[in-house]
């Protein structure tokens, strides 16, 4: 991919921001495209001096994320703030130290709110000379037109089984059929088809998804499962919190004086932190809720993907079956339904995963989207 970006870059920054060098680009491509791994790369391949060699130093900083000319963010929580925005612009002003440009990757910036977006807007329109901004979302309308109007689009696609296979085996070691299988579960999300392909744990949580379709037997059932898959859900973010926020509090109280010795200091400064400790749980809250909700979301579209699986049977698509390692499911319920039917539940789904982004509380959500399934 490095290579891909350097060629693109020598081509736009060879002749300096005359020769058709943009200040502001927009990443776009579906879940597992690769799009912050091609803004990366492409950042990259403007920091080095040989137009992104990939074995310099330049370059190695910026694949690893030390490279003091670029910025890169990423929204931890439910969504990116004014606040946060307005200090991502101000450090976005720097001139550069080593190279002849800054850049400023912003990951998932369709989760700024509108204000952040507003704010942002202002800082492309009239950016500093020697800035670049490298926005990553799922799909242009993902941002707000004016922000669009101002960008170089670079629109990624999902890569084939086949190619997500070759680099789980040639990257990671992984038997060929394992990476194969990886694959095609993952549906061309290289980062999915890794963890599928070396944690246990995610193939089995993987399997109690595909299990849910023929488990709703009843009312009773129904309530089970969704509780099921909201827990889990919320196990999940609670395994990918706890060490973080521990370690974040303790250096926040540390920077505050927390420990310190001294008449009245130890008092004084912890009292004085009390607001930035508020401020860090709140943030704490945040990111715990988009790892639940997150969480979910890929529960539900393991469904969407079976239930596609089985509308192919229905129609006798043509087509590779994400879910192959099943068959005999799909095959039962394929048989057993109509494709009006499957296409109802899986429109069910979808509209669960709506009402979880509008803060429909979980619980009630899923209930209500397995009771759909089953009938």
């Not at 307005?86 to 001139?95: V, Y």
Request: contains cysteine; neutral net charge.
């Amino acid at each position: 991919m490095l290579s891909r970006a350097a060629a693109a870059a020598g081509e736009v920054v060879g002749g300096g921001r005359g020769a058709g060098m943009t200040h502001a680009w927009l990443f776009t491509g579906p879940p597992g495209s690769g799009r912050e791994d091609a803004a990366r790369a492409f950042a990259a391949a403007l920091l080095c001096p040989d137009g992104g060699c990939g074995h310099c130093e330049q370059c190695h900083q910026v694949l690893i994320g030390s490279h003091p000319d670029l910025e890169a963010v990423r929204p931890q929580g439910l969504s990116y703030s004014v606040k946060q925005t307005r200090e991502l612009i101000l450090r976005a002003a720097g001139a550069p130290t080593q190279g002849r440009w800054r850049v400023i990757l912003f990951e998932d910036a369709d989760r700024a709110t509108e204000s952040a977006a507003n704010a942002l807007l202002k800082a492309i329109e009239e950016p500093p000379p020697r800035t670049v901004w490298l926005l990553c979302a799922p799909a242009p309308d993902d941002l707000m037109i004016t922000i669009r109007s101002r960008c170089r689009l670079v629109t990624l696609t999902t890569p084939g089984t086949e190619a997500v296979a070759h680099v789980l085996a040639t990257r990671d070691n992984v038997p060929w059929e394992t990476a194969r299988f990886a694959a095609r579960a993952a549906q061309g999300h290289i980062a999915r088809a890794r963890a599928l392909a070396l944690d246990e744990e995610v193939r089995r949580r993987r399997e109690a998804v595909l299990a849910i379709p023929r488990a709703l037997t009843g009312v009773g059932e129904c309530v089970a499962a969704a509780e099921r898959l909201v827990k889990t859900a919320e196990e999940e973010a609670a395994a990918a919190t706890a060490a973080l926020n521990e370690s974040e509090t303790s250096e926040l109280r540390k920077l505050y004086g927390e420990g310190s010795t001294g008449k009245g200091l130890n008092r004084g400064l912890v009292r004085g932190g009390a607001g930035a400790l508020k401020e860090l749980e709140d943030r704490q809250k945040s990111r715990a809720t988009r790892i639940k909700r997150d969480s979910l979301d890929a529960a539900l579209l393991e469904l969407v993907s079976f239930y596609r699986d089985v509308l192919a049977m229905q129609l006798g698509a043509p087509v590779e079956l994400a879910n192959d390692d099943v068959r005999f499911d799909l095959d039962q319920l394929a048989k057993s339904s109509t494709p009006e039917e499957t296409l109802r539940r899986i429109d069910a789904i979808m509209q669960c995963r709506e009402r979880l982004a509008a803060s429909v509380n979980p619980q009630i959500a899923v209930e209500a989207m397995m009771l759909s399934l089953r009938s």
